[in-house]
C-alpha cells in the first residue's frame, strides 16, 4: 500500500503530459507587416525644398524620345509646379537620397477627370520609360497604392498584391478632383510608409538601401503640385 501510495504522483504527471500533447508551433509573423522600430523614432534633418516655387534649377528630366528638358512637361507658375502630362516621362532630382520624410500635396484638375501620376524613389539607374524604383502612385483613387518599377528589392504585404501593384489598405481618403491632397511618405532604411491625408494607407519592409533621385511622373493628364519637401533621417531617438 506504501508502494503504491509513492507511484500516484508520478502517475498523474504523466496523465497531464499526455493529455497536453505536442507542442504547438507559432507561424511565422509575415515580413512585410510593420512592427515597432526598435531604433525608435526618426530624427529629422532640416527641410530641403526639392520644388522652390520658382524654377526647376535642381531638376532634369527624362519623356519619351529622349528629351531631357523639365519644360517639355513642366513648368512653375504662380507658385505652382504644373504638369500637362504630356510627354510621358517625369521630371528628377539632380540630387541623390536614400532615407527621408517626403511631403508631396498634389491636385487634379475636375474638368481632365482625374489620371495618372506617381513619386518615384531610390530611383538608381539609366533613365527610362519606365526607370528601376519604388513608386507611391497618384493615379485618381489608387494613392497609397505601391508600385514596384524594375523588380525593385522590397518585402508588401502579400495579400494586397497583384503583379507589380501592392493595394492600399482602405478605400481611397483622397480628397474630390480640385481639392489638395498630402502624401506623407517615409523611406527610412528598408521600411517604407505610405501616409494619404494623415491615413496610413500602406507599407513595405526590405527596400533596397540605395540613394537614388525622386522623380515626378508625367502620365497623360494635368496635374499640379504646390510642396514637394524633404527632410532627412539623420538618426533615431
Not at 530624427?43 to 534649377?57: M, R
Not at 504630356?86 to 484638375?109: C, K
Not at 539607374?125 to 513608386?135: C, L, M, N, R, Y
Request: with cysteine.
Amino acid at each position: 500500500m506504501r508502494n503504491h501510495t509513492l507511484l500516484l504522483p508520478f502517475i498523474a504527471l504523466l496523465g497531464l503530459l499526455a493529455c497536453s500533447g505536442p507542442a504547438q508551433e507559432k507561424p511565422a509573423p509575415d515580413p512585410a507587416v510593420k512592427s515597432a522600430d526598435p531604433r525608435g523614432e526618426p530624427v529629422l534633418g532640416d527641410p530641403v525644398e526639392l520644388f522652390n516655387g520658382s524654377n526647376l534649377d535642381n531638376w532634369t528630366a527624362f519623356f519619351i524620345g529622349g528629351s531631357t528638358d523639365p519644360s517639355e512637361a513642366f513648368r512653375v507658375e504662380d507658385g505652382l509646379l504644373k504638369c500637362k502630362g504630356l510627354p510621358i516621362g517625369y521630371i528628377r532630382t539632380r540630387a541623390r537620397y536614400e532615407s527621408f520624410r517626403l511631403v508631396v500635396e498634389w491636385r487634379f484638375d475636375p474638368d481632365s477627370g482625374g489620371g495618372n501620376s506617381g513619386v518615384l524613389m531610390r530611383l538608381d539607374g539609366p533613365d527610362t520609360v519606365w526607370p528601376k524604383s519604388i513608386e507611391a502612385q497618384l493615379n485618381s483613387g489608387d494613392a497609397g497604392d505601391i508600385w514596384n518599377i524594375g523588380d525593385f528589392p522590397m518585402k508588401t504585404v502579400q495579400e494586397r498584391v497583384s503583379g507589380r501593384r501592392t493595394k492600399k489598405s482602405a478605400p481611397s481618403n483622397e480628397k474630390p478632383l480640385g481639392q489638395w491632397n498630402r502624401y506623407e511618405i517615409t523611406l527610412d532604411g528598408g521600411e517604407l510608409e505610405l501616409k494619404v491625408n494623415g491615413l496610413v494607407q500602406n507599407t513595405a519592409t526590405g527596400c533596397a538601401l540605395v540613394k537614388g533621385s525622386i522623380a515626378l511622373q508625367s502620365e497623360g493628364v494635368p496635374i499640379e503640385f504646390r510642396k514637394v519637401t524633404l527632410r532627412p533621417i539623420t538618426g533615431h531617438e
